[in-house]
Every structure is written in structure tokens, then in C-alpha cells.
């Protein structure tokens, strides 16, 4: 087992070694791994990972699944609300006992990322000289972000995950995972992802990135500590808004607004429409959670993803993937459309089919259809034990 310094739980003092049976369930831990140089060359000192846990390491620790959270997730999978958790958890209802993921039969484990807001080193947290990094945070890749959780992994004492899942910049980090090391993954689940963002997905971060970056308020990235306490959140709202939009339907949109105004305006009097003020409240709920500068860089993240690079290109990359490899997509994603999936299954010999949620919400049908998340999370699961038998 790797020693990369102790373990917190948030508000205690430190343990020593690593996971301990005693620590709180679903709360909050912290663990130092280390530095880190990015795959842009910039070396991250002192790097510290917030994760969460639900159920217990068997002794042998062959009963471990990793989630890798979306875009603004982290690792508050599931639980409620409360200190250190601004809202309850993202996939509320998938992880505990007796639900999809059972903890009582799985050890299950969700960090924040590198570059994170949420615990994690990110542009907000201090650098070495002891001002935030802002502007000074370097380019991150999905690799470093997966290089980050493998040293977590093995701070856990975690030789071999028996299934990695995640939704969307999630189930990219579970591709680089399978690919990046494949004796450590016994089987995976991706969900509404691909194996390399397009040039669409490009335009659209970049539009989501310019409008935070125009917000006199961004101030180049170094807005902590300012003297208005004024961070760039019109931007944020408006980069939320655009993302927004590729989170859900045309379809969605209409049937629940159509061109209703929103209660008590008139839009021919400049109030909003019903659909503006749900944008409203999608932006302003965001940028009271979230960090423009994490936003940023986990968004150039994505548009950098490609599993082919470097490796030959994707039918080499994927090519290798022989562990079982659940791909879903959600057949009315206008963000990852399942072309992008089929792509993935078509080149990986661990992949069996392509398997569709039947969604009207677009994107966010991985938040949205438990039930439907939940059968094919029961089949990734079936497939990895199953491959154990053989």
C-alpha cells in the first residue's frame, strides 16, 4: 500500500494510515498524494483528495466500486444536505442498502477531482506561497484526474476496482481508467459519454468559457479575496444557462413552458418568459455552489479528452478494453448523442451492446431515470461477476 500521508475526516484530527473501518460512513475524508505534474508540465504540490465511502472493504478488498462524478458533481454521491454538502446527493437513491448499488454487499467509493471545489486541489485552494492559485492553476487533463484517483486508490489499499462507473466527463475517466490501467479495473459502466468530445462539444465549452471570462468580476481568474466580495457569477449564470440547454429537449422545453410567461410578468412589459426564469434558477443555484475557475478548468478537461491520443488513435485505445464495458446512452442527448456511444461499443471487444435509457430529459436523463440507471448498473455488475466465473 502506497504511503501518501494521512487520511482526515473533515472538522477531526488526522488518522493515521489509511482507511479505517471506524471512519463515518458517507461523510467526507480528506488524503494528501503526493505532487502531481500535469500532463501540461506544471507540478501541483501537495495535492489533497476529498472522498466519500458507503459499506465496508471486505478483508480481502475485492468488493470496491469507484463512481466518478459529472461535470459539477462530487464525491456526495448520495446523503442529504448539510455541513460541508451544499446540496444532497447527485445520484440520491443508487448507493445503500438494498438499493442498486448495495452497501450492503459493496465497498463504494467518489472523490472530487483534480481541480475540483469541493475539497479536492483546485484554483481555489492555496498554493505554496499561501494565496489561492486563481489564474496560476495549471491545464488539467482527464489523465491527471484519473492519475490522482489511482494514488487515492492505492492510499485505500484498492489493487482492483470491481467496477468503475460514471456519467459523462465521468465516464471518460472510467475509459482512461480501463485503458490507463487495465489490471486494476474488473469491469465498466459508461453513461452518456464518448471516447473523444467533438467539435461541437468544443464550441459549446468555449462559448460556456468566454462568458465567465468576460464578467469584469473574472479579473483574469484572481477574484478571490476581493475587496466587493464580487466573484464572476453573471458570467457563471450565463455559462450555466448554455449548458443548460444541452442538458435538456427542445421536446422537455416546450411541453413544460412552452410560451407561458412566468407568474406575475408580462413579457411584452420586459418580464420573463417561464422558460428564462428557469434558466434564472439554474444559473443562480450553480453559481452559489460552484467555482468559476473549477468550471473552467474541468470544462477545458473535457474538450481536451481524447482516448486515442498518443495510443494510436481511438480503434487502438478502445481496442484494448477487453474487461466487460457496459455503454449506455440516452436516446435523446443532444450533448454526447448516441452515435458517440455506438462509436464506443463498435470498437471495444469488452463492450456487448449498446444499451439506451429512454429518456425525455436529454443529458440529464442519468440524474433524472433512476429506475432505468438502476437496471443497467444490475446488468455491469452481472457482466464483472460473471467474467470472474469463466
Known amino acids: 500500500m502506497a504511503d501518501y500521508g494521512p487520511l482526515t475526516?473533515?472538522?477531526?484530527?488526522?488518522?493515521?494510515?489509511?482507511?479505517?473501518?471506524?471512519?463515518?460512513?458517507?461523510?467526507?475524508?480528506?488524503?494528501?498524494?503526493?505532487?502531481?505534474?500535469?500532463?501540461?508540465?506544471?507540478e501541483i504540490p501537495n495535492v489533497r483528495v476529498a472522498y466519500e465511502t458507503w459499506g465496508t472493504l471486505n478483508a480481502d478488498r475485492t468488493n470496491a466500486i469507484y463512481i466518478c462524478h459529472a461535470l459539477t458533481g462530487d464525491s456526495h454521491v448520495t446523503g442529504p444536505a448539510g455541513p460541508g454538502h451544499a446540496t444532497a446527493g447527485w445520484w440520491e437513491g443508487l448507493v445503500g442498502p438494498g438499493c442498486d448499488i448495495d452497501t450492503d454487499e459493496w465497498f463504494v467509493v467518489c472523490a472530487n477531482v483534480l481541480g475540483g471545489c469541493q475539497g479536492t486541489t483546485g484554483p481555489s485552494s492555496l498554493a505554496e506561497d499561501g494565496r489561492p492559485w486563481g489564474s496560476r492553476f495549471p491545464v488539467v487533463t482527464v489523465a491527471d484526474m484519473?492519475?490522482?484517483?489511482?494514488?487515492l486508490s492505492d492510499a485505500l489499499g484498492i489493487d482492483t476496482w470491481a467496477l468503475l462507473l460514471g456519467p459523462s466527463l465521468g465516464g471518460m475517466r472510467v475509459l482512461e481508467w480501463m485503458v490507463r490501467h487495465p489490471d486494476r479495473v474488473r469491469g465498466g459502466l459508461v453513461l452518456g459519454s464518448t471516447a473523444a468530445v467533438s467539435a461541437d462539444q468544443i464550441a459549446t465549452h468555449a462559448t460556456q468559457i468566454g462568458a465567465i471570462e468576460a464578467d469584469p468580476c473574472f479579473q483574469g481568474g484572481d477574484y478571490y479575496g476581493s475587496a466587493d466580495g464580487e466573484g464572476p457569477h453573471q458570467g457563471m449564470?450565463?455559462?450555466?444557462?448554455?449548458?443548460?440547454?444541452?442538458?435538456?429537449?427542445?421536446?422537455?422545453?416546450?411541453?413544460?413552458?412552452?410560451?407561458?410567461?412566468?407568474?406575475?410578468?408580462?413579457?411584452?412589459?420586459?418580464?420573463?418568459?417561464?422558460?428564462?426564469?428557469?434558466?434564472?434558477?439554474?444559473?443562480?443555484?450553480?453559481?452559489?455552489?460552484?467555482?468559476?475557475?473549477?468550471?473552467?478548468?474541468?470544462?477545458?478537461?473535457?474538450?481536451?479528452?481524447?482516448?486515442?491520443?498518443?495510443?494510436?488513435?481511438?480503434?487502438?485505445?478502445?481496442?484494448?478494453?477487453?474487461?466487460?464495458l457496459t455503454v449506455v446512452g440516452i436516446d435523446t442527448d443532444r450533448l454526447f448523442p448516441t452515435r458517440l456511444q455506438q462509436q464506443i461499443v463498435d470498437l471495444t471487444p469488452g463492450a456487448d451492446r449498446l444499451h439506451l435509457i429512454l429518456s425525455p430529459f436529454g443529458h440529464d436523463g442519468f440524474l433524472v431515470e433512476d429506475e432505468q440507471v438502476g437496471v443497467f448498473v444490475a446488468h455491469a455488475l452481472h457482466r464483472v461477476r460473471r467474467s470472474q466465473q469463466t
Open 9 to 42: 475526516y473533515e472538522g477531526r484530527p488526522p488518522a493515521s494510515g489509511a482507511w479505517r473501518e471506524d471512519d463515518p460512513v458517507g461523510e467526507r475524508h480528506f488524503v494528501d498524494v503526493g505532487s502531481v505534474t500535469t500532463e501540461s508540465g506544471v
Open 146 to 151: 484519473v492519475e490522482v484517483e489511482r494514488r
Open 237 to 324: 449564470g450565463l455559462a450555466r444557462r448554455i449548458a443548460h440547454l444541452t442538458y435538456r429537449t427542445e421536446t422537455e422545453l416546450a411541453d413544460r413552458f412552452g410560451r407561458d410567461a412566468q407568474d406575475g410578468e408580462d413579457p411584452f412589459s420586459g418580464g420573463r418568459f417561464a422558460v428564462e426564469s428557469y434558466l434564472d434558477h439554474q444559473a443562480d443555484k450553480l453559481a452559489r455552489r460552484f467555482d468559476a475557475n473549477t468550471y473552467i478548468a474541468l470544462t477545458r478537461a473535457m474538450s481536451l479528452f481524447d482516448l486515442g491520443h498518443g495510443r494510436g488513435g481511438l480503434d487502438a485505445a478502445l481496442g484494448s478494453i477487453t474487461a466487460p
